[in-house]
Every structure is written in structure tokens, then in C-alpha cells.
């Protein structure tokens, strides 16, 4: 049987997300995060050395990495679902989006958060106004602006179709469902993003993404509630 090693508030959400628009029986194995730390526990280090979510295990394998996992259990059990038909635009897009979700845009979105605990810490008060110093430059001349490149090139790729791949519905925007979630977060998206809200919307009222959250339960992402619970 198929497993998901469920870590609560984490990434993988979106492979519970991906069997349920497969269709795919699995079980699911939960994990709590140090209230303290916020970190996974030990437990999950016995599934994979890192100690990260999400990670599946099925028949005597493991798959760690959200992109390569999506890309496993396509190649596995999607027959040809979720994925544009070979040699077309719309592939190309579909492996750039698969990406770029982790590889250029969540890190920007984990640096906000992390700049923005620097501002708000406890600290010496003598310490104090020089991370604060450093927060605000580092926001500034580089978050910032990278932050705001980025936004406008998601919005204006939604220009072009309702989905980030083409018009049909694909696995990178389950891929994606993380980074635009955190952009609601961090940025918002009501003012200046129109095409990204109702991207989102639009993936919120699918029929997959709601058994999801209601088998992997609600998920607070980056101190927000994502998902319907949102209202």
C-alpha cells in the first residue's frame, strides 16, 4: 500500500492533493512538529536521513521531494493524466512550472518569513537595532525586489491561460498551490493580483483538493490557514 508520511503544516499537502485526483488508494502516517522548535520529529528521520515531509514509501520504496515524487507517482500510476501530451508548448511550460515552484520562488517566500522573524525576535536591546538593520537591507535590496519580479511574472503568465501549463488543469499546479498559498501570505493577493487570486479560488473549490484537506486535515501555512478554511 501506498503511504504518505504526513507532516502537519507542511508540503505535503499537495501529494494528498495529487492521489486524490488520481483517484489512488493510500494510507496516511501523521506527524506532529515541536511546538518549541517547529521541527518534524525523529520518527520521520526512520523514513528518510532528512527528517522532512513529504516523503512516501510504496511497495519497499521511498520517494522524498515534492517534485519527484509527483513525477513517480505519474510515471507510476497517472497514465498520462495531469500532464500535457509529449512534444507540445504546453509540456515544456508544464516541467518549467514543476520547477520553479521550488527552485526559484519558495525560497524567496522562506526568506521573507525568516527576515521578518529577525524584526519581531527577542533580543538584547543592544542587539537589536543592528538585526533590524540588517533585516530591513536585506529586504529592501534584495527580497524585495526579486519578490515583486517574480509576482508580476506569475501574474502575467496567468494572462495567457487559466492554468500555469495551458488550459487544462496539470500536476504543476498542484505543484504550485504551495508557492501561490505562500504569496497570499506574505505578500497578498487581493490588490494588483487578480489573475493569482482567482487562481487560487480556482484550485480551492476543486472537488480533489478539498478530500485532501479534509483526510490530511487543515494546514496553517506560514501562519495562515490555507486552503477553504480560509473562507
Known amino acids: 500500500m501506498l503511504t504518505v508520511h504526513h507532516l502537519e503544516n507542511s508540503r505535503s499537502q499537495r501529494i494528498l492533493w495529487l492521489l486524490e485526483e488520481l483517484g489512488l488508494d493510500y494510507d496516511i502516517r501523521r506527524y506532529e512538529r515541536d511546538p518549541v522548535t ?13 527528517g522532512k515531509s513529504p516523503v512516501i514509501t510504496d511497495n519497499g520504496r521511498t520517494v522524498a ?12 500510476y497517472g497514465a498520462g493524466r495531469l500532464v500535457p501530451a509529449p512534444d507540445t508548448p504546453e509540456l515544456l511550460r508544464y516541467r518549467y512550472w514543476l520547477h520553479y515552484a521550488e527552485g526559484s520562488f519558495m525560497p524567496l517566500m522562506v526568506m521573507s518569513l525568516i527576515v521578518g522573524r529577525m524584526e519581531s525576535a527577542n533580543m538584547p536591546f543592544f542587539v ?5 538593520a540588517i533585516a530591513r537591507r536585506v529586504k529592501s535590496s534584495y527580497l524585495a525586489p526579486n519578490i515583486d519580479r517574480n509576482m508580476a511574472f506569475l501574474e502575467q503568465s496567468l494572462n495567457e491561460s487559466q492554468w500555469f501549463a495551458g488550459e487544462n488543469f496539470t500536476a504543476a499546479d498542484i505543484q504550485m ?55
Do not use: C, Q
Open 38 to 50: 517547529s521541527l518534524a520529529p525523529p520518527e520521520l528521520i526512520a523514513v528518510h536521513p532528512l
Open 65 to 76: 521531494e515534492s517534485g519527484a515524487i509527483v513525477d513517480y507517482l505519474l510515471e507510476r
Open 128 to 132: 537589536r537595532p543592528v538585526a533590524k
Open 177 to 231: 498551490s504551495f508557492p501561490v498559498e505562500a504569496a497570499a501570505k506574505r505578500v497578498g493577493l487581493a490588490t494588483g493580483y487578480p489573475k493569482l487570486s482567482a487562481y487560487l479560488e480556482r484550485i480551492h473549490e476543486r472537488a480533489a483538493f478539498k478530500r485532501a484537506v479534509e483526510r490530511g486535515g487543515p494546514y496553517n501555512l506560514l501562519g495562515r490557514p490555507a486552503g477553504p478554511t480560509t473562507g
